[in-house]
DNA sequence: ATTGAAACACGACACAT
DNA sequence: ATGTGTCGTGTTTCAAT
């Protein structure tokens, strides 16, 4: 016995969940296909020698597993990771968006197109919608909030400032 | 008058969390720099004769504006993005953990270090820890909420699977 | 701007499933 | 047959002068 409280969900629920999750095409991937990953994960712009160093294959054969996993849609892009802050950005918040269910699909991609708007998921939970935004600072957030609150088919804005980035 | 509802925050207690923010050093940005971003923000991997022909400038130049961006912290890696389903994880979700407030620290570093965790916030708002944590499955998930659960100091945890990526 | 070295693209071929 | 590998050759890109 342990002194927490899980919200909202059972077992049979999450089992249900599957049923409904597309069945995407399966990948043969194997060890080297995921270290791949794993490298390109820690330095996206590794030269194909270097991976291959590391994989003990050519840089030839590093380009081609590169061009299976792209064409497979296991690797979907190769980006930056930046820091918002030194972008001006010094405000980070998650919001939590609850709308009218009939509406869920229409207020997600109107907001999605917004520039604030940097990650947006629709979840089962509390919310429906989840954004991440960046705003130059609060009160700009505050406006945003605003924003998306104004928007048709919102109920409720719930947003939490991001004070840290573990990972 | 709108007819949503805004969590917990109001425009004093935001001014109140730009006090705490950390300062961060300035960097000097141009137009250039921002461009240069926006386009290793789409392909990671572009040359830097591909990425200076879009700027109008040389690839040396580019090159010595990307060791800017990296030495100042604007850039913070070169990473690729990848489709969690098509790599086995069937099942994303985004998990808000309550904890008692002397704890955050050592709850967070300890959920940071385990693998299912991809992300994770410190945050206001109604959970003081999010986490987007990765699951071979459902039943995958269950386990790892009841994991987060008996974390010492953990006193509530909040699952939203993700049913969508839209950004 | 030049230049030598490194990285990359492409074709041809080999081997396995 | 399709996928994966190496090798050779020519081209592009890189970094340092």
Known sequence: ?????????????????????????EVRMDEKDLAL??????????????????????????????????????????TVEVDPSKLGYKSVALIGIDVEPEKILDVA???ASKDFAVKVYLTTGDHMIMVEAWARDNKHLTQIIGEIGSTEGVKRVCPAIVLEKLK
Chains 1, 2 share one sequence.
């Open 1 to 25: 016995m342990h002194g927490f409280k899980v919200d909202g969900y059972n077992e049979a629920f999450l089992a249900e969940i599957t049923v409904s999750t597309v069945v995407a095409r």
């Open 37 to 78: 990953i794993r490298e390109l994960t820690e330095n996206g712009r590794a030269s194909l020698t270097e991976l291959g160093r590391k994989l003990g294959i050519t840089d030839v054969a590093v380009k081609k597993r590169l061009r299976k996993l792209e064409r497979a849609g296991v690797i979907k892009k190769y």
């Open 109 to 111: 991609s109107k907001i």
